[in-house]
């Protein structure tokens, strides 16, 4: 397996990829899919409820469209300014809130549907759990894209799965390469989920979707 880049060098990347570079983070994350990650993304979509469904870190503003073309009624949430005003200009029609999926500035309630693609390890931190779960209603969902996995073998694919690796983007999986549904569970149950996994075939890749309901009775 191969080792991890420090934390704090990651950490750092990201930083500068979201802040001050964010207007680098179409082609990059164009070059590390091959053309497909906002294919990936939108293989939520299937998954979500709705109409209103908040985007946790929403990044540069491309699935609030997706959102809003098929028929949801999107809220963005994110912490960095600049992607704010990428989203902003990308879909005016989305409100879009600077602030933590931990401390969200919204109603219980509020939502039928919630998402995340591709996000750093904060959605698996306790208190993520609790404050969607919260956000909620009763049958709402969060979905989670946490990865996707290139089909196809060659030199251009390995390399691209070795960034993966060791920038922390491969999430724990089974001997025959599926993403583990134990660490979801373990993360989002103890708040009330219930957590479901599915694999999504697209364009030559397997885009694994984590689905956490809120059940409609807290005791159901």
Same mark, same amino acid.
């Given at each position: 397996m191969a080792a991890r880049l420090a934390p704090a060098l990651l950490a750092r990347a990201?930083?500068?990829?979201?802040?001050?570079?964010?207007?680098?983070?179409?082609?990059? +994350?164009?070059? /590390?899919?091959? *053309?497909?990650? $906002? =294919?990936?993304?939108?293989?939520?979509?299937?998954?979500?409820?709705?109409?209103?469904?908040?985007?946790?870190?929403h990044g540069p503003g491309h699935?609030?469209?997706?959102?809003?073309?098929?028929?949801?009624?999107?809220?963005?949430?994110?912490?960095?300014?600049q992607m704010g005003r990428l989203a902003a200009r990308r879909?005016? +029609?989305?409100? /879009?809130?600077? *602030?933590?999926? $931990? =401390?969200a500035p919204f109603a219980a309630a509020r939502f039928d549907g919630a998402l995340a693609t591709f996000p750093t390890p904060y959605i698996v931190a306790p208190e993520t759990a609790a404050a969607v779960f919260q956000l909620l209603r009763p049958g709402g969902r969060l979905v989670v894209v946490p990865e996707a996995r290139l089909s196809r073998s060659g030199p251009l694919h390995a390399l691209i799965d070795w960034l993966y690796a060791v920038t922390g983007q491969r999430w724990p999986a089974n001997e025959d390469?599926?993403?583990?549904l134990a660490p979801w569970q373990a993360a989002f149950a103890p708040v009330g989920f219930r957590v479901s996994l599915h694999g999504v075939v697209s364009a030559g890749s397997v885009v694994t979707i984590i689905v956490a309901e809120r059940p409609l009775a807290r005791n159901a």
């Open positions: 990201y930083d500068l990829l979201y802040g001050r570079l964010a207007w680098t983070y179409d082609a990059v +994350a164009w070059a /590390v899919s091959l *053309g497909q990650w $906002q =294919a990936w993304s939108a293989a939520a979509l299937p998954y979500l409820t709705g109409p209103r469904v908040l985007e946790l870190g699935m609030l469209v997706a959102l809003a073309e098929h028929g949801f009624a999107p809220v963005g949430l994110e912490l960095s300014p879909q005016p +029609a989305a409100p /879009v809130v600077r *602030g933590r999926a $931990q =401390a390469g599926g993403t583990r």
